[in-house]
Nanobody, 123 residues
């Protein structure tokens, strides 16, 4: 089992940047595929980015590709989401997720979830 805690959210103007962090505790962090999802008010939770266990491969939603970067530090048990060129449509609660076997961007593949951190982008 793994416990996830996100941080780094906040209010930023359009065009600005934020860096989200997700700290994990519990079983060996390096055995988990890690991902970020987000949920805007009135919308379903959606995939943002995913990173493999050894950080060799990353995947992104088309809406964030080229602007967001997912990374991880297995020595620090932390996964990051660097968000640049933020847009008002990026406003959402951002969730960190983990699973030992996840292979896609589907929500139901991820067993462990954090509590979320709010990101608000003003125009």
């Amino acid at each position: 089992q793994v416990h996830l805690v996100e941080s780094g959210g906040g209010l930023v103007q359009a065009g600005g940047s934020l860096r989200l962090s997700c700290a994990a505790s519990g079983r060996a962090f390096s055995t988990y595929v890690m991902a970020w999802f987000r949920q805007a008010p009135g919308k379903e939770r959606e995939f943002v980015a995913r990173i493999t266990r050894s950080a060799t491969i990353t995947y992104y939603a088309d809406s964030v590709k080229g602007r967001f970067t997912i990374s991880r530090d297995n020595a620090k048990n932390t996964v990051y989401l660097q968000m640049n060129s933020l847009k008002p449509e990026d406003t959402a609660v951002y969730y960190c997720a983990a699973d030992e076997r996840a292979a896609t961007r589907l929500l139901n593949e991820y067993e462990y979830w954090g509590q979320g951190t709010q990101v608000t982008v003003s125009s």
